[in-house]
């Protein structure tokens, strides 16, 4: 099977701090792949590399086949990879509506726009009402949603999701892993970095533990699950 | 509801020459001026987020290409007025390249020292501008057609201040509109959704431009007499307080400050010493108790009154 995303010895820096060095992953076509470890580890720079919003120093990132570490931003999401940013990266001071149309905004064909609009507030109901609302007024929840609803709006065929369940309660965590599980269902290849490694081992199939910039473990998600160092470490015992 | 002001409002700036003397006519064609003006720093400051401290010197531009060419060629006013739009569009353009440079405070500092340089070009290439003493410009006209007072050269003023409004509220309602407000709010977020920053930004700094040369193009058409001396930071600063007072962000804040705050400042020539204070007074005012602007402000307090 070919993979959909492959990244070779990847480096990259911010000024003279070195983030990445020889960073290596692949992804094949529908699979969840977790990016895990601690902060400042290098996780938001690997997916920003592969956005293009971070330099590569040295290194090649394949999407599709295809080198992608010198294009433009727009052309990657072009391409089919869009990110959903951590946080609170919505357009605060713009309708959750305008935030689903920016997602979009690499793409012309307005049918297909509409009826992936469709398709995001049905995996998002809760965003249907709030079209017209400012999206900073949404709670922290509803932000994490759009984030995500955003970033399908590009129709990605790799989605680049980080830290999906920072600052929200379990419960709403639950809800938006039980949706990332709907979307893999439903066929897309994701790219997940998450703080937390529980959830994201359960809903991965392999992962990936980066430490000060280096991939330092790898694995089935299952093995590193029941791996003691894993647990030691990551899983609290 | 809304519609039915606009045509109150359309009906009496039509009906504005017929009832009124001919300073009324000279003060509206002023604020129809700046209120192109304003809506060139709404694109670019109210809906880009970027600092350009350069309008008066684009204005600048757009009046003389206009007169100059106008009297060089002989030119019909509407063909003037594009050019005036036009070249200062291109001057836009360039100093848009600094914008990629730069943000924020450096990036209004760097439009700023633009503005001044581009004062002094105007007031001492003499050869061209006539420098300090001014040039008299001929009439605009069109065919056989010469506007030779305020009230004949208002029906153009009018039609060109109603085009770029319709022009600004299409830009604002565009796929580029939404690209300009999504780099204001987060470069890396607008980024991370393709938009091309970069070009954006230029585009941005291009139309402001442009708008502010048409304003300049505007003054030519009623002024038979222009001079650099207007043309520096003062009225930047003018502008810049005519879209924060109205409201920054929205084109009814824009048209609305350039006409209540072109009132203010008119009524305030009488009195030229303490322009300065009030102006700074209102602004600071304004900061404290509004900073979403008066239409805003207004907008919540009717809002409130109705609830109570």
């Given at each position: 099977?070919v ?8 480096s ?37 590399t ?12 394949r ?24 946080g ?21 064909d307005?049918?297909g ?15 249907k ?109 | ?11 009496a ?52 290409t206009?007169?100059l ?13 594009l ?53 008299h ?10 506007l ?30 939404r ?25 941005a ?49 824009a ?19 303490y322009?300065?204070?009030?102006y ?22 009717f809002?409130?009154?109705r609830?109570?």
């Amino acid at each position: 099977m070919v993979d959909l995303l492959e990244i070779e010895a990847v480096s990259a820096s911010y000024g003279r701090i070195q983030a990445l060095s020889d960073v290596s992953l692949k992804l094949q076509e529908g699979a969840i792949v977790a990016l895990l470890g601690g902060n400042g580890a290098g996780k938001t720079t690997t997916l920003n590399t592969i956005s293009r919003l971070v330099p590569v120093t040295s290194g090649v990132i394949r999407f599709d086949g295809r080198a992608i570490e010198r294009l433009p931003s727009h052309e990657v999401v072009r391409a089919g990879v869009s990110q959903a940013p951590e946080g609170r990266e919505v357009f605060k001071d713009m309708s959750v509506r305008e935030n689903l149309d920016l997602g979009a905004h690499v793409r012309r064909d307005r049918a297909g726009v509409r009826a992936d609009l469709d398709k995001a507030l049905d995996y998002f109901p809760a965003l249907k009402e709030r079209l017209r609302q400012k999206a900073g007024t949404l709670s922290g929840g509803e932000q994490q949603m759009l984030l995500i609803a955003r970033a399908l709006m590009a129709r990605p065929r790799l989605l680049l999701l980080d830290e999906p369940s920072l600052g929200l309660s379990p419960l709403l965590v639950q809800k938006i892993f039980a949706i990332i599980a709907r979307l893999h269902a439903d066929g897309l290849s994701i790219l997940l970095v998450e703080q937390n490694v529980a959830v994201a081992l359960a809903v991965s199939s392999y992962a990936y533990i980066l430490e000060n910039g280096e991939i330092a473990l790898e694995g089935r998600s299952e093995a590193l699950r029941n791996d003691e160092a894993v647990k030691r470490t990551y899983l609290g015992g | 509801m809304r519609s039915l002001a606009l045509l109150v409002a359309l009906a009496a700036l039509v009906a504005l020459p017929f009832a009124t003397t001919g300073y009324v006519v000279y003060l509206a064609n002023l604020l129809l001026t700046f209120t192109v003006i304003c809506l060139g720093m709404h694109l670019v400051l109210g809906e880009a987020g970027q600092f350009s401290l350069a309008q008066a010197a684009f204005y600048g531009i757009g009046i003389y290409t206009s007169g100059l060419s106008g009297a060089a060629f002989g030119w019909p006013f509407p063909c003037s007025v594009l050019a005036a739009g036009l070249v200062s569009a291109v001057v836009g353009l360039l100093i848009g390249g600094l914008a990629l440079r730069m943000r924020d405070i450096y990036l209004a500092l760097a439009t700023f020292a633009f503005g001044e340089a581009m004062q002094w070009v105007l007031m001492d290439w003499t050869s061209v501008t006539g420098g300090p003493n001014g040039l008299h410009i001929a009439p605009a006209r069109l065919f056989g057609l010469q506007l030779l007072t305020d009230k004949q050269a208002y029906p153009a003023v009018l039609v060109i201040a109603i085009l770029m409004l319709g022009l600004a509220i299409l830009l604002s309602r565009s796929r580029l509109g939404r690209a300009f407000r999504a780099v204001r709010e987060s470069e890396v977020a607008a980024m991370a959704m393709g938009v091309p920053v970069k070009s954006t930004k230029l585009i941005a700094f291009a139309l402001s431009a442009f708008f502010a040369g048409v304003g300049g193009g505007m003054f030519a058409l009623y002024s038979t007499y222009i001079h650099p001396d207007s043309l520096g930071f003062q009225t930047t600063i003018l502008v810049l307080t005519m879209v924060v007072v109205g409201g920054l962000g929205s084109i009814a804040g824009a048209v609305g400050g350039a006409i209540v705050f072109g009132l203010i400042s008119e009524l305030l020539r009488q009195t030229p010493s303490y322009q300065e204070v009030i102006y700074g007074l209102i602004l600071i005012v304004f900061m404290m108790f509004a900073p979403k602007g008066l239409f805003a402000f207004l907008g919540e307090s009717f809002g409130r009154l109705r609830r109570a």
